[in-house]
């Protein structure tokens, strides 16, 4: 079992940024690929951006591209995500997922469904 622990949410003005952070116990973090996703009220879970084992792949959703940036510190059993110029409709819960992953290189998919643990949560509320 993985147990995940998001902080970091909170409130913030249109333009600005958060810094998230995802803290990992359990089973050896460097086994998994680690993802960010968010889930707006009413809408479906949506993928923004996942990181390869080591660090040395990510990939993201074009909704946040150019603005967020996903990290992680193996040493700290940690994931972060990097919130800039923030938007109203960037609002919602955000979770951190984790997936075991064969390849250090490897990706997970962009499929909430496939991703084996989940976070509680924070929410980020973006004012106009």
């Known amino acids: 079992q993985v147990q995940l622990v998001e902080s970091g949410g909170g409130w913030v003005q249109a333009g600005g940024s958060l810094r998230l952070s995802c803290a990992a116990s359990?089973?050896?973090?460097?086994?998994?690929?680690m993802g960010w996703f968010r889930q707006a009220p009413g809408k479906e879970r949506e993928f923004l951006t996942a990181i390869s084992r080591t660090g040395t792949s990510t990939n993201y959703a074009d909704s946040v591209k150019g603005r967020f940036t996903i990290s992680r510190d193996n040493a700290k059993n940690t994931v972060y995500l990097q919130m800039n110029i923030l938007k109203p409709e960037d609002t919602a819960v955000y979770y951190c997922?984790?997936?075991?992953?064969?390849?250090?290189?490897?990706?997970?998919?962009?499929?909430?469904?496939?991703?084996?643990?989940w976070g509680q949560g924070t929410q980020v509320t973006v004012s106009s």
């Open positions: 359990g089973r050896p973090f460097s086994w998994y690929g």
């Open positions: 997922a984790a997936e075991s992953l064969p390849g250090i290189w490897d990706l997970p998919p962009p499929t909430p469904g496939l991703w084996d643990y």
